[in-house]
């Protein structure tokens, strides 16, 4: 039996920034607003709260990490998920109100904004999950207003297996696993600190 060692090494260096930012992560699930996309009583104030808030996470990250990144992943168009957001809250008749950008620091170097697309990206994986505790709400039973959690739908998996080669094909040619890590973990830590400071809109 043959051993692939640089399919090993980019295994572990996928293992070692899952692990170096779970903690931030599960910082980030802790939250109310976090947890209530999952509650069974979610209500539709809540919900669309949710979406404005990734909403402010998303035009952030298309703004200002996009451009950094056009080299590295050549689909970034396909990625943007700004619009289904608002076709989602213009569906529930939910304005959106202007917010502070969410990534701030401004001195970002690409294996930094690779960090941050990771997380941002990531969380695409889960929709489809949340995607059927949201139906249960009458209003978004009929595929309306759902758009953002459908996300790219069958083609979930691929597409996050198509974005992991590309950063672990740019981590390997330029070896920057740490800075990589380190712009998913303040990407966390800026999601969670949004989501902490940012007041529900009652509209």
């Known amino acids: 039996m043959t ?44 919900y669309c709260h949710y979406l404005a808030l990734m909403h402010a996470v998303h035009k952030s990250t298309q703004e200002h990490i996009f451009p ?21 809250l213009a569906f529930l008749n939910y304005k959106i109100t202007e917010s502070n950008s969410v990534f701030r620091y401004h001195d970002i170097s690409i294996p930094f904004a690779i960090g941050i697309l990771y997380v941002v990206e990531g969380s695409s994986l889960g929709g489809r999950f949340i995607l ?13 207003g ?31 696993e740490d800075e990589i890590i380190e712009g998913a973990v303040y990407a966390f830590d800026c999601i969670h600190n949004h989501f902490m400071n940012t007041v529900k809109n009652e509209n």
């Open 3 to 46: 051993t692939n060692p640089g399919l090993n090494t980019l295994i572990d260096f996928l293992d070692k920034l899952k692990k170096q930012t779970a903690d931030a992560h599960k910082n980030l699930e802790k939250l109310s607003v976090s947890a209530s996309i999952l509650s069974p009583n979610l209500q539709i104030e809540d």
């Open 68 to 88: 950094l990144l056009s080299g590295v992943f050549p689909d970034l168009e396909e990625r943007k998920k700004t619009q289904w957001i608002e076709n989602d």
């Open 132 to 144: 059927k505790n949201v139906e249960t709400i009458p209003v978004l039973s009929n595929q309306s």
């Open 146 to 176: 759902t758009s953002y959690f459908a996300g790219y739908g069958n083609k979930t998996g691929s597409y996050w297996k198509q974005f992991l080669s590309a950063l672990t094909e740019y981590q390997q040619k330029y070896n920057c």
